[in-house]
Structure formats: structure tokens, C-alpha cells
């Protein structure tokens, strides 16, 4: 056990909560769970309960990180209706976890959906609440808390007053994405004039924000441009999973399914434009910030996006305004425009702003926040 709280020296151990599993899209909890491993600590992943009879630990695929799976918390009908009863159950389950994994430095808490409101239950010498998601309607809790991370202001304004410091960490890119970054600005992309413009997105087709209308009237009025989808169509509804079979149907769609790692750079490597479309009534963080813009911006194409306030700014970036959504269209038109004609819209200071937030840069800053709440 360490006696004090640095990320950058000596060894943690850390007990990272995650509403999602590790299994499946890597997001931002992956990539903090990666960075910290990278950095020689040992991290106790905890994946969502799920329909296990007992709390297991495995190894990952990563070294450093041992996955943490759990069974579903009891009394969770109850998480609304009678919360006290939840919290209770949810104590018990961290003692459990707690006992499981041994003692820990640091309680790194991720998650969304409450699944715990107190992290005094797991007698973890510090922790952190880190919202990178709106949180559940209706939950402001604190959860106790040392220090009070979030990617926005707003997200962080959800949270009821309490002693915790709060810091605006946005999100970070990924080194996979880091490194596709720093190979882009070393040899800038030759682009073949002749060649059809190829329009990308990369995520999860079944997103419940995603504006699935909007998106198939943008590819049906552009069959010269190929549109190219990579990510699952993991979760969702019936409906998600028939618009992404319609669209497949396409003669100018790729459904490149879920890729990863050097797979996932190699069928970027020839995208012009990048596009992020969702609908904002649907999403619920607001709009107010995007991990997927910072790996667009990497990747150093073209980039068209529905409102997202904290990258309004970055340069040359084609935004729909927000009274305004339809106005996607004529964005993404623009920006087609910008290929074809092969203006300059100052890609490379886009690449630039996304590796000034890369996880590991992200890490530093974080370690001086944790040291000066140890003064």
C-alpha cells in the first residue's frame, strides 16, 4: 500500500468502478484503466453486475489489469422506489468486492447509473467520482467522494454540494488514435483526386441519440459518396438493428462491423470527411462534449458534426448550430466540397488539438489535482 497518492511514481493499486463491460467498445474508462497499467499500477477493473452466482477476478488481455465481475445487486427494483434499501445492498456488495480484491490505494468511480452511492464502503484511503456521462435522472449524489472530475461543467453542476475539489478534465484520445495522429502529421495523406469522396463514422450503430433518419436521407441524397460505418450494432432495438440492415442494403454503404486496434487505423486510413449526427432531444449529455470528435480530429479528414459546445471552436470544423439541426446537410456538403477541391481547412491543427488530450497528458493533469488535495 502507498503511502501517498501519485500517479506519475510509485506503484497504486486502483479499484476503477465501470458502467460498461470491458469486453466490447473501448471507452473512456478503458482507455484511463490502460493508461494507468501503462504507468505501472495494478488496476482492478469492475465490470456492470451482471448473471454471474459469485464475485470473480480474472486476468485481461491487458498486463496490469485484473477484471472484476460480479452477480446482479440485489434489491435493485428497488434503486428509485425505495433507495435507502439499494444503498444498503449496494454497501454490502462493496464490502464483498473489497474482501475479494484486498486493500487498494484509490477508488476511481466511473459510473452513471449509481451503482454506488457511498464509496466510504469500500475503506479505500481516497476516491474519485469521474463523470464523463450524464448522470441518471434524478441522481446528484456525491457518493462521498475525495476529489469530483467531469468532462463539462454541466455535468459536474449535477452533483450536490460537498467538500470535494472539482476539476473540468475533458475527454482524451486514445494512444491507438495518438499514435494515427503523429504518423498523419509525419506523412500528410496523398489523396487521389479521381477517387469518390468516402464519408465515415465510427461507433455504435444502435447509439439511442444517433439521428438514424437524418443520417439515411444524408446517404440516399449522395450516392456518389461511399459512407463507410465502423462499429457494432451492440444493444439497441429492433428498430436500430432494421435501419442498419436497410442501410447495408446501399450500393454506396460499407458496413465495416466492430474493428479494433490497427484493423480499426487501416479502414480510416482512406476517409475524407468524418461524421457525427445525433439527435440532441435524444442525447443525454446535451451535446455538451465528445470523445468521438477528438479521434475524427486525429485522423486528420474532414470533420462534420451535429452541436457539441466544447469543440465548437476547433479549426475548420463543419457544425450544424443547434436551433438549426438540418442545416447537417449543407455542413456536410461543404465540407464534401472542401475534399474535392483540396482546400486547406487546417486539418493539421485539428490533429494538433486532439493529441493535446491524450490519456496520458489527461493522467498529469489528474495527478496534480489528486496532489493538491493531499496538501
Known sequence: MATTLDLLAPPLRILLISPQPWAGLQVSKHHYARELAALGHTVYFVNPPNGGDAIRLSPSDVPGITLVDHPRMPASRTKYRAQWLFIWAARRRAK???????????????????????HRAFAAPFSILHVVDMLDPGDTMHRHADLILGVDELLIAEIAPSKAPRHVVGHGLSPLFARAAQRRLAAPRRRDADAPVTVGFIGNLAQPAMDRERFARLVAERPDCLFRFIGPVQ??????HAWADTLAQRPNVELAGLLTGDALIAAAEDVDVWLLLYD????????????????????????????????????????APREAPGEIGAKLDAAIAAVREGRDTGWRKRVELALANSYRAHAERIAAHLKAVMI
Open 96 to 118: 464483498a468486492i473489497a474482501r475479494a480484491v484486498g486493500p487498494v490505494d484509490l477508488l476511481w468511480d466511473f459510473d452513471n447509473a449509481r451503482q454506488f452511492a457511498d
Open 235 to 240: 444493444g439497441g432495438t429492433p428498430e436500430s
Open 280 to 319: 440532441y432531444a435524444r442525447d443525454r449529455n446535451r451535446g455538451v462534449n465528445s470523445h468521438k470528435l477528438l479521434e475524427y480530429f486525429a485522423l486528420g479528414g474532414e470533420v462534420v458534426s451535429s452541436p457539441i459546445a466544447a469543440q465548437a471552436g476547433a479549426p475548420g470544423i463543419f457544425m
